[in-house]
């Protein structure tokens, strides 16, 4: 209604700063909770296989079901606990001490060397976590299978299929997944100040009735928007530099492209994520319901569907459509790429693209939705 | 400057209604005022009458559903905000910024000269006495200075239209003294002023009032000619302090009393039109008493026009037991201390109450009257000093002593998501009733209070009246000895405030011990005797009467009132402090 008017405009944003630094909370949300969470996504969680307990129940004293045997506890994927016995590993597969139990029958060497006749192996894995009863059904099988070609080689026979397959990682030749997920949660770092922080602090005021008072001013609505936005954008931007700094010093995560990238990349996405607080806030008006919209509308669909923990392409279709409306599902490829590959521009350019179509989305709505009415 | 035509009402609303929800009733209910410049317009009425829906429709903060607002012959949404001061009931102050930085927000939001500011500064903080606390966080300020700071920002560009919402609401006489002295000087420069109250006093003192009664307007015009309809049915039953309760139960049953009201020592009662002066032999007076007629208040009018006051036979006193008689006294407090780090909230506070009587803790905002109160109530503990209630020590025996009070706090504090019957249900579990006397309590209590048509609703969402009588439902459910009430009918209306004393007095004359905090002066009123706290200490104790007396001698006051006594004896604690 009224125009813009720079002294109203500098006395908000003085306001907005001089809270920001005297509240705690803001703090807390700003710098404490994304240490907290970069560590535990640098030290705390690994999507990397190590060794996996098993149990190994040897039916046969065959010289073959032996050497097998000696395979899996040699293969340096399993700590394997040996028994003569299921029922015994079976109470600890359920305690959770053991994760699979491989079982070797009394009759696996005889019906080896009778030829001709597959001998078999059972394999009980934990369904219970499937990513690791999945990881222990391969394993077992692969080394099954590589110790089966080692025999038949001794044996002068060529079962092998012709074609071998020799694997090379390119980018993260380690596969450590600290690589890629303490970049990924910068992004959910900045969800956090954009869309929670910023829907908070807006729902605050109609909480304490200050909006009440600042309604019955002359200020613009969008002179109120952008004094809610810019001290915010900056203290995003403040905190993702932080965690940039932590993630290359403290966790030797490589950083390959350029921090100008870097930059546009992070506020691109800011732009979208307090969009999004604002539009919260306006519509709530509550604190409490607000901070839970925010976890829900933006922090899990963060963690859970922008390819930053889980690869989208291994999605059932219609989660697959979901994420295409999830704005860090645009930044997250972005921040890994700048990290572990270095400046694509095409791709950044892309992405900063769809950030800023969403920006423009969420930031209409939320003009729509902040009117100069209380009720 | 020019002023332009200083009759020209500032803003009005014409037949304005409003509703918040569709099938309810409206929040107001086709209502006209106009707010003249160089005025003081009184807003009036009980809570939930739609005093702040009115505000909030000037402010431009709400869409009217029927009828115009207009603020300087602008639709309010559409007029220029800078010349429309508006102060909110919970001050619209940021908690986080310091008393200086507030002020300097709102100035640079209303647009004022940066060429002015240090003046203006200077002249406001001087008037609120905050110069002082110039850098203090706003969260840190006491209620009544929070709400000067609350005026000082919504005036710091000296408005066309100031409109406060129930400026006095939590603040001592003194405060609210000063707060109107400023704000009436500001309507002599040409603002019109809008200043919404649930004190009658206040309204008396406007020159025009618009008295609203559940979103109805029910008078408008001047508060003397409201008043003057009442001129020569209002008298005083001077007959004794030591019966004045019973007294006043027979009188209210009188067919010719309208109202009735305890005044220190002496009766205050409103005839029906046309019967006279009230004959001693219809309520049970000594034929010798002493009645003499006296000026109406606007209260007694504001009571009349709803159409009197309640019954003065309380149901809930008469299914009361009766507390046997004690020699020691109900309630004692001896040289109670309490310190906050370097901080004395209160010091060396000391009194006792006999059994029967009602006892009034009564001084200005943060001045002890509450830390006072919580550790009579067992929920704080003394620095020094002890105290005892219903003969059990605080110290050794908090937890018979809290069974043996039945506690009102000052704002609702029963569960407003649980159903009437559900809070009946908790607090007589939690001290201790069960089975069938549990039951025959909540049965007692819900047919004297009428909550039966309200058991299965949710108490949040009830009208103030009946969360006030819930709220004392609860607190006498397992019929203590020992009543506390905190600041028990801030913010109801009169009629309520009315039924409530009712049934205190009757419960005193069962016996019942109470103790009351209060800022109110009717409340004050109704005590036998009172402390008059501040600055953490006892400055004054007596009866009502007594305080009175004091009050006369040391300011040559001729009948003053209770808040007059209030305000000569804090001025002169004041000046004491300075001399020495």
């Given at each position: 209604?009224?125009?813009?008017?720079?002294?109203?405009?500098?006395?908000?944003?003085?306001?907005?700063?001089?809270?920001?630094?005297?509240?705690?909370?803001?703090?807390?949300?700003?710098?404490?909770?994304?240490?907290?969470?970069?560590?535990?996504?640098?030290?705390?969680?690994?999507l990397?296989?190590?060794?996996?307990?098993?149990?190994?129940?040897?039916?046969?004293?065959?010289?073959?079901?032996?050497?097998?045997?000696?395979?899996?506890?040699?293969?340096?994927?399993?700590?394997?606990?040996?028994s003569?016995?299921?029922?015994?590993?079976?109470?600890?597969?359920?305690?959770?001490?053991?994760?699979?139990?491989?079982?070797?029958?009394?009759?696996?060497?005889?019906?080896?060397?009778?030829?001709?006749?597959?001998?078999?192996?059972?394999?009980?894995?934990?369904?219970?976590?499937?990513?690791?009863?999945?990881?222990?059904?391969?394993?077992?099988?692969?080394?099954?299978?590589?110790?089966?070609?080692?025999?038949?080689?001794?044996?002068?026979?060529?079962?092998?299929?012709?074609?071998?397959?020799?694997?090379?990682?390119?980018f993260?030749?380690?596969?450590?997944?600290?690589?890629?997920?303490?970049?990924?949660?910068?992004?959910?770092?900045?969800?956090?100040?954009?869309?929670?922080?910023t829907?908070?602090?807006?729902a605050?005021?109609?909480?304490?009735?200050?909006?009440?008072?600042?309604?019955?001013?002359?200020?613009?609505?969008?002179?109120?928007?952008?004094?809610?936005?810019?001290?915010?954008?900056?203290?995003?931007?403040?905190?993702?530099?932080?965690?940039?700094?932590?993630?290359i010093?403290?966790?030797?995560?490589?950083?390959?492209?350029?921090?100008?990238?870097?930059?546009?990349i992070?506020?691109?996405f800011?732009?979208?994520?307090?969009?999004?607080?604002?539009?919260?806030?306006?519509?709530?008006?509550?604190?409490?319901?607000?901070?839970q919209?925010?976890?829900?509308?933006?922090?899990?669909?963060?963690?859970?569907?922008?390819?930053?923990?889980?690869?989208?392409?291994?999605?059932?279709?219609?989660?697959?459509?979901?994420?295409?409306?999830?704005?860090?599902?645009?930044?997250?490829?972005?921040?890994?790429?700048?990290?572990?590959?270095?400046?694509?521009?095409?791709?950044?350019?892309?992405?900063?693209?769809?950030?800023?179509?969403?920006?423009?989305?969420?930031?209409?709505?939320?003009?729509?939705?902040?009117?100069?009415?209380?009720? | 400057?020019?002023?332009?035509?200083?009759?020209?009402p500032?803003?009005?609303?014409?037949?304005?209604?409003?509703?918040f929800?569709?099938?309810?009733?409206?929040?107001?209910?086709?209502?006209s005022?106009?707010?003249?410049?160089?005025?003081?317009?009184?807003?009036?009425?009980?809570?939930?009458?739609?005093?702040?829906t009115?505000?909030?429709?000037?402010?431009?903060?709400?869409?009217?559903?029927?009828?115009?607002?207009?603020?300087?012959?602008?639709?309010?949404?559409?007029?220029d905000?800078?010349?429309?001061?508006?102060?909110?009931?919970?001050?619209?102050?940021?908690?986080?910024?310091?008393?200086?930085?507030?002020?300097?927000?709102?100035?640079?939001?209303?647009?004022?000269?940066a060429?002015?500011?240090?003046?203006?500064?200077?002249?406001l903080?001087?008037?609120?006495?905050?110069?002082?606390?110039?850098?203090?966080?706003?969260?840190?300020?006491?209620?009544?200075?929070?709400?000067?700071?609350?005026?000082?920002?919504?005036?710091?560009?000296?408005?066309?239209?100031?409109l406060?919402?129930?400026?006095?609401?939590?603040?001592?006489?003194?405060?609210?003294?000063?707060?109107?002295?400023?704000?009436?000087?500001?309507?002599?420069?040409g603002?019109?002023?809008?200043?919404?109250?649930?004190?009658?006093?206040?309204?008396?003192?406007?020159?025009?009032?618009?008295?609203?009664?559940?979103g109805?307007?029910?008078?408008?015009?001047?508060p003397?000619?409201?008043?003057?309809?009442?001129?020569?049915?209002?008298?005083?039953?001077?007959?004794?302090?030591?019966?004045?309760?019973?007294?006043?139960?027979?009188?209210?049953?009188?067919?010719?009393?309208?109202?009735?009201?305890?005044?220190?020592?002496?009766?205050?009662?409103?005839?029906?039109?046309?019967?006279?002066?009230?004959?001693?032999?219809?309520?049970?007076?000594?034929?010798?008493?002493?009645?003499?007629?006296t000026?109406?208040?606007?209260?007694?009018?504001?009571?009349d026009?709803?159409?009197?006051?309640?019954?003065?036979?309380?149901?809930?006193?008469?299914?009361?037991?009766?507390?046997?008689?004690?020699?020691?006294?109900?309630?004692?407090?001896?040289?109670l201390?309490?310190?906050?780090?370097?901080?004395?909230?209160?010091?060396?506070?000391?009194?006792?109450?006999?059994r029967?009587?009602?006892?009034?803790?009564?001084?200005?905002n943060?001045?002890?009257?509450?830390?006072t109160?919580?550790?009579?109530c067992?929920?704080?503990?003394?620095?020094?000093g002890?105290?005892?209630?219903a003969?059990?020590?605080?110290?050794?025996a908090?937890?018979?002593?809290?069974?043996?009070?039945?506690?009102?706090?000052?704002k609702?504090?029963?569960?407003g998501?649980?159903?009437?019957q559900?809070?009946?249900?908790?607090?007589?579990?939690?001290?201790?009733?069960?089975?069938?006397?549990q039951?025959?309590?909540?049965?007692?209590?819900?047919?004297?209070?009428?909550?039966?048509?309200?058991?299965?609703?949710?108490?949040?969402?009830?009208?103030?009246g009946?969360?006030?009588?819930?709220?004392?439902?609860?607190?006498?459910m397992?019929?203590?000895?020992?009543?506390?009430?905190?600041?028990?009918?801030?913010?109801?209306?009169?009629?309520v405030?009315?039924?409530?004393?009712?049934h205190?007095n009757?419960?005193?004359?069962?016996?019942?011990?109470?103790?009351?905090?209060?800022?109110?002066?009717?409340?004050?009123?109704?005590?036998?005797?009172?402390?008059?706290?501040?600055?953490?200490?006892?400055?004054?104790?007596?009866?009502?009467?007594?305080?009175?007396?004091?009050?006369?001698?040391?300011?040559?006051?001729?009948?003053?009132?209770?808040?007059?006594?209030f305000?000569?004896?804090?001025?002169?604690?004041?000046?004491?402090?300075?001399?020495?």
């Amino acid at each position: 209604m009224s125009a813009f008017n720079r002294q109203r405009f500098t006395a908000l944003l003085v306001k907005e700063t001089l809270q920001i630094v005297r509240d705690p909370s803001t703090f807390l949300i700003a710098f404490v909770l994304p240490m907290i969470l970069l560590f535990l996504f640098g030290y705390g969680v690994s999507l990397d296989t190590a060794r996996v307990k098993i149990g190994l129940a040897l039916q046969d004293t065959s010289a073959q079901a032996r050497s097998l045997a000696t395979a899996y506890e040699r293969s340096g994927w399993f700590e394997v606990t040996g028994s003569r016995d299921v029922a015994s590993l079976k109470a600890d597969l359920v305690a959770g001490n053991i994760r699979g139990i491989i079982v070797i029958p009394p009759d696996f060497g005889r019906r080896l060397d009778s030829r001709g006749d597959p001998a078999s192996i059972q394999v009980i894995t934990d369904g219970s976590m499937p990513n690791t009863a999945g990881f222990v059904a391969a394993y077992a099988e692969g080394i099954r299978a590589s110790w089966a070609a080692g025999l038949a080689d001794e044996r002068g026979v060529q079962p092998l299929p012709p074609i071998s397959l020799a694997q090379r990682f390119w980018f993260n030749p380690e596969l450590t997944s600290r690589y890629f997920l303490v970049p990924g949660s910068i992004a959910i770092v900045m969800t956090m100040i954009g869309t929670l922080l910023t829907a908070l602090v807006v729902a605050r005021e109609w909480e304490r009735g200050t909006m009440e008072a600042l309604l019955a001013t002359p200020i613009g609505m969008a002179e109120f928007l952008a004094t809610k936005v810019i001290p915010y954008f900056i203290l995003g931007l403040c905190s993702m530099t932080i965690c940039t700094l932590i993630a290359i010093f403290v966790f030797g995560v490589p950083f390959l492209g350029s921090a100008l990238a870097l930059l546009a990349i992070a506020s691109a996405f800011l732009v979208p994520a307090l969009g999004q607080g604002l539009l919260i806030s306006a519509v709530t008006k509550n604190q409490f319901v607000a901070s839970q919209v925010a976890l829900l509308s933006a922090f899990l669909p963060a963690m859970l569907l922008s390819g930053f923990l889980f690869e989208i392409t291994s999605m059932p279709r219609i989660i697959q459509l979901i994420t295409y409306v999830v704005p860090a599902r645009y930044v997250i490829p972005p921040l890994q790429t700048v990290f572990a590959v270095g400046d694509l521009w095409g791709l950044f350019l892309r992405n900063i693209a769809v950030l800023l179509g969403f920006g423009a989305f969420f930031f209409l709505l939320a003009i729509r939705a902040t009117r100069r009415r209380i009720a | 400057m020019e002023v332009g035509n200083m009759d020209g009402p500032v803003a009005t609303a014409h037949e304005v209604t409003k509703r918040f929800a569709k099938d309810g009733p409206p929040a107001l209910d086709a209502v006209s005022i106009d707010i003249v410049a160089g005025r003081m317009t009184g807003l009036v009425g009980p809570d939930g009458a739609g005093k702040t829906t009115l505000i909030r429709l000037l402010a431009g903060l709400l869409d009217p559903d029927g009828g115009t607002v207009d603020v300087q012959n602008l639709p309010a949404v559409d007029a220029d905000h800078a010349a429309i001061g508006y102060m909110p009931q919970r001050f619209g102050l940021y908690e986080d910024l310091s008393v200086i930085e507030n002020l300097s927000l709102y100035a640079n939001l209303r647009g004022l000269p940066a060429s002015e500011r240090d003046a203006r500064f200077r002249e406001l903080l001087a008037f609120t006495d905050l110069e002082r606390f110039r850098t203090r966080l706003a969260g840190k300020l006491s209620g009544g200075m929070k709400q000067k700071l609350g005026l000082a920002c919504a005036m710091v560009k000296a408005p066309k239209l100031l409109l406060l919402d129930e400026p006095g609401v939590g603040v001592d006489p003194v405060s609210r003294r000063e707060l109107w002295a400023m704000v009436r000087n500001l309507a002599g420069e040409g603002i019109g002023v809008l200043w919404s109250t649930a004190y009658l006093d206040e309204a008396e003192k406007c020159d025009t009032v618009f008295l609203l009664n559940e979103g109805k307007l029910l008078y408008a015009g001047e508060p003397a000619r409201l008043t003057g309809r009442i001129e020569g049915r209002v008298y005083r039953v001077f007959a004794g302090a030591d019966g004045r309760r019973k007294l006043l139960e027979r009188a209210l049953n009188d067919k010719d009393v309208t109202d009735g009201t305890i005044q220190g020592a002496s009766l205050r009662l409103v005839m029906k039109p046309d019967v006279g002066a009230p004959r001693p032999a219809a309520i049970g007076a000594p034929a010798d008493c002493r009645i003499e007629a006296t000026a109406p208040r606007f209260e007694d009018a504001f009571v009349d026009i709803l159409g009197g006051g309640p019954p003065g036979t309380s149901a809930l006193a008469q299914a009361y037991r009766s507390i046997p008689q004690t020699q020691e006294p109900a309630i004692v407090a001896e040289r109670l201390t309490k310190q906050f780090g370097a901080f004395t909230a209160a010091s060396n506070i000391s009194f006792s109450v006999p059994r029967g009587q009602i006892f009034g803790l009564l001084g200005p905002n943060g001045a002890g009257k509450s830390t006072t109160f919580k550790m009579l109530c067992g929920l704080l503990t003394p620095t020094s000093g002890g105290g005892q209630v219903a003969g059990h020590d605080l110290r050794k025996a908090r937890a018979e002593a809290r069974q043996s009070l039945g506690y009102m706090a000052q704002k609702f504090s029963l569960y407003g998501d649980l159903s009437v019957q559900q809070n009946l249900n908790f607090f007589s579990g939690v001290y201790g009733l069960t089975g069938t006397r549990q039951r025959e309590a909540i049965g007692r209590v819900v047919e004297i209070f009428h909550l039966k048509d309200y058991l299965s609703v949710n108490s949040g969402t009830m009208p103030l009246g009946f969360k006030q009588r819930l709220a004392l439902a609860c607190a006498v459910m397992h019929q203590p000895p020992v009543l506390f009430l905190d600041e028990p009918t801030s913010g109801v209306d009169p009629i309520v405030r009315r039924e409530f004393w009712t049934h205190i007095n009757g419960l005193v004359e069962h016996g019942v011990t109470v103790l009351v905090t209060t800022h109110f002066m009717d409340e004050a009123e109704y005590c036998d005797r009172i402390a008059l706290i501040y600055r953490g200490e006892e400055i004054a104790i007596g009866t009502p009467d007594d305080l009175k007396t004091q009050a006369a001698a040391k300011a040559g006051l001729d009948d003053p009132t209770l808040e007059d006594a209030f305000i000569t004896l804090i001025e002169e604690s004041d000046k004491q402090r300075e001399a020495a």
